[in-house]
Nanobody
Framework: QVHLVESGGGLVQPGGSLRLSCAAA??????????IHWFRQAPGKEREGVSC???????HYAKFVKGRFTIARDRSKSLVYLQMNNLEYEDTAVYFC???????????????WGQGTQVTVSS
């Protein structure tokens, strides 16, 4: 069972940028064979899909991303990044990464989620 760890969150002003990272908790595990997702959950709201990258590198984004976020793999480091630019107040949430054999931004109801990383957009 692969467990993932998120990092890179923080406090940023509106219009600012952050880069989130997703890595396997066990350095011996590889993310290469999986589609890697980013989900987020804001206070009082349901968890929602943000972006996904397939094992072949195809990218998928939620409509609310509106070209502001980019997902990418670094296969040499077995990492997946989410570069977030032009952040808005509404992007404030805990961000989680998840693995599956296919992209499913509609949800991963049985997934064993990690702790996530907090992103706060505030002036």
């Amino acid at each position: 069972q692969v467990h993932l760890v998120e990092s890179g969150g923080g406090l940023v002003q509106p219009g600012g940028s952050l880069r989130l990272s997703c890595a396997a908790a066990n350095s011996g595990d590889s993310l290469d064979h999986y589609a890697i997702h980013w989900f987020r959950q804001a206070p009082g709201k349901e968890r929602e899909g943000v972006s996904c990258i397939t094992n072949r590198g195809y990218e998928h984004y939620a409509k609310f991303v509106k070209g502001r976020f980019t997902i990418a793999r670094d296969r040499s480091k077995s990492l997946v990044y989410l570069q977030m630019n032009n952040l808005e107040y509404e992007d404030t949430a805990v961000y989680f990464c998840a693995h599956e054999f296919f992209c499913s931004l509609g949800g991963l109801p049985s997934y064993d989620w990690g702790q996530g990383t907090q992103v706060t957009v505030s002036s």
